[in-house]
């Protein structure tokens, strides 16, 4: 931009001083015409747009605290103007290595991290869940809060009964119903250790291996009482000894059952939860009382429960008031939570489009849900499908009897 262009605009500017984006076109100029101390003397104002605009003057100006501080009240006002890369120069940190033997070395760096940010990389820290953050499942909280919750805060009462705190709870359902945040919750309403077994944590290719992760885990849950040992996606670790064609297979799920079973070891104090979406691949031992002796049905989530969910989905985010939840919650039928969750996110990603495309924040507003429901179906349909004949045909000692009451309930034979 020539002399003359940055005078006219200046008179302009002059002539109209609450010109916002007139403001900005004269600060940009003046930086990109090597003039930062000009352009912060004209990067006056509060609009957002006026706001970043000095913070880019400051930066030009080396003033990079000050800069970061305008930057930040920028992005709070309107966080459609938000740039990384920017973000990252004001963030910047600039080191001076002094040398007798030559010239100094100067260093910019944007690289704070400390031990304490590596150590929350390789294992982030999850915020304790309580029932409250769970939507719905009121049948299923008011049993685990009887049966389980209980005994660990009134562990001397349950003695008098020679009843012990822990145990195992096996809960089943179609996938995103909530399992996992159940026990993660289980586990906040205890006040109790959660560990989280993956998969990999426990198989291993070599012989032997698997055996002995399995059995480190149930020792740290017993050094840790009282704790909550949680394995997803159980039938990996626990499938029908029946169809296993590996020794090793069988092995490993013949230590789960000792484990479980304590008798070489106290496991007071120690609740293990298992979830699994396909309940008839778990081997039948595993039942019997004193392992996994409470099985408990997760189903997708009725109408209030639907209603419970998305509001706390919405929660914490910019939304309109024409949102109709109620609405919502009676479109939705056959939604599990995760499918909820994706709903609403999909609605959010229309309004931060359409935040961009205006320039402006744009709140979640009920046309945007409505338009996502066009997007985002149901996945428990054929879960209940599969679980319905089983239910029908390989219902031995009424084990899935819960299953056969949802159906009847929900019209869904």
Known sequence: MDEGTLRALLEALRATPDNGPLRVVVVDGLIAAGQPARALEHAGGDAAEVVMARARALHALGDLPAALVAYDAAVRANPTLEDRDLRGRLAATVTVHASDLGPRLRVVSNDDTDASEVARLLAPAQPAVKFADVGGLDEIKAQIDQ????????????????????????????????????????????????????IDDVLDMWIGESERKLHALFDKARASAPAVLFFDELEALAAKRTFTREGTSSKLVSLFLAEMDGFAQNNAGVLVLGATNVPWAI????????????????????????????????????????????????????FSGADLEHLVDTAADRAIAESLSRGGEVPIGHGHLVAALAEVKPTTTEWLTTARNYARYANE????DEVLEFLARHGKR
Do not use: H, W
């Not at 660990?152 to 809960?171: N, S, T």
């Not at 000692?397 to 899935?400: E, L």
């Open 397 to 400: 000692g009424g084990q899935y």
């Open 283 to 334: 081997d039948a031992a595993f039942r019997r009382p004193g392992r996994f002796d409470r099985v408990l049905f997760v189903p997708p989530p009725d109408r209030p429960a639907r209603v419970a969910i998305l509001e706390l989905l919405l929660a914490g985010r910019p939304v309109a008031t024409d949102v109709a939840v109620d609405a919502l919650a009676q479109r939705t039928s056959g």
């Open 147 to 198: 049966r389980i919750i209980l005994p660990f805060q009134k562990p001397a009462l349950f003695a008098k009964y020679r009843k012990k705190a822990g145990g195992g709870i096996l809960m089943y359902g179609p996938p995103g119903c909530g399992k996992t945040l159940l026990a993660r919750a289980t586990a906040g309403q205890c006040n109790a250790t959660f560990l989280a077994v993956a």
